[in-house]
């Protein structure tokens, strides 16, 4: 799999474009702004992009999706339908967050746990993790042990629970069950920040160990 990274707004949100290398076919994932840049990226390489899939429903994670939906003639899929009350909440999110006022959007498809998301050759699992939110969805890609995860595991840290219907328990059995269960080896694609790995992070990842939270 073929993965080039975009950091968008002002809370540098890794937006991924994720290829198949047989074929070409391409997904965002995670648009969460920067439309502009996000289309020069895609027009100066000649990506052909099929799809948007979002992990979760945090305005700097989908702020984009929609007008690039329409620009680009695709469907946007994921997260899990237990987020929708996210995207009932993007005009408040905007105010929240200090965002250009956003109006609602809902995903083309929802997903959910055990599903699977084709993208030419490439086949994306999808993991159900919340505890962030309640619907966020990982896609974890076997054949290069690549997870992207969206905001539920961080290098050294987890994501916040303290927004809406949060639950730091219910996080922390997400990671053990769904992430900590895959191969040491696998690349962690986190939506914020530095890449990490399931090994790096079972062993020293603070908030995982008891040592916090």
Same mark, same amino acid.
């Given at each position: 799999?073929?993965?080039?990274?975009?950091?968008?707004?002002?809370?540098?949100?890794?937006?991924?474009?994720?290829?198949?290398?047989?074929?070409?076919?391409?997904?965002?994932?995670?648009?969460g702004?920067?439309?502009? +840049?996000? %289309? =020069?990226?895609?027009?100066e390489?000649?990506?052909?992009?099929?799809?948007?899939?979002?992990?979760?429903? !945090? %305005?700097? /994670?989908?702020?984009?999706?929609?007008?690039?939906?329409?620009?680009?003639?695709?469907?946007i899929?994921?997260?899990?339908?237990?987020? +929708?009350?996210? @995207?009932?909440?993007l005009?408040?999110?905007? *105010?929240?967050? $200090? #965002?250009?006022? /956003?109006?609602? @959007?809902?995903?083309?498809?929802? %997903?959910?746990?055990?599903?699977?998301?084709?993208?030419?050759?490439? +086949?994306?699992?999808?993991?159900?993790?919340?505890?962030?939110?309640? $619907?966020?969805?990982?896609?974890?890609?076997?054949?290069?042990?690549?997870? %992207?995860?969206?905001?539920?595991?961080?290098?050294? =840290?987890?994501?916040?629970?303290? @927004?809406?219907?949060?639950?730091?328990?219910?996080? +922390?059995?997400?990671? &053990?069950? *769904?992430? #900590?269960?895959?191969p &040491?080896?696998?690349?962690?694609?986190?939506? !914020?920040?530095?890449?990490?790995?399931?090994?790096?992070?079972?062993?020293?990842?603070?908030?995982? =160990?008891?040592? #916090?939270?």
């Amino acid at each position: 799999m073929q993965v080039i990274t975009i950091p968008v707004t002002p809370f540098m949100q890794n937006c991924r474009i994720i290829c198949c290398p047989v074929t070409g076919r391409c997904a965002v994932v995670d648009p969460g702004g920067d439309v502009d +840049k996000l %289309l =020069s990226v895609i027009k100066e390489r000649a990506l052909d992009v099929e799809m948007i899939l979002l992990t979760h429903g !945090h %305005l700097d /994670h989908v702020g984009a999706s929609e007008t690039l939906s329409n620009a680009l003639g695709v469907d946007i899929v994921g997260p899990q339908r237990e987020d +929708k009350f996210w @995207f009932d909440a993007l005009p408040m999110q905007a *105010q929240m967050f $200090g #965002f250009a006022p /956003h109006a609602a @959007f809902f995903p083309n498809r929802w %997903l959910e746990d055990g599903d699977c998301v084709e993208l030419g050759e490439l +086949k994306l699992e999808v993991r159900h993790c919340p505890g962030h939110t309640p $619907g966020h969805v990982v896609f974890y890609e076997p054949q290069s042990a690549t997870v %992207l995860v969206g905001d539920v595991l961080f290098k050294g =840290s987890v994501g916040r629970t303290d @927004f809406p219907k949060g639950d730091a328990a219910l996080l +922390k059995r997400s990671i &053990e069950t *769904q992430l #900590f269960t895959l191969p &040491e080896a696998t690349r962690v694609m986190s939506g !914020h920040g530095e890449d990490t790995s399931i090994g790096y992070e079972q062993r020293h990842n603070p908030f995982m =160990s008891g040592r #916090f939270g």
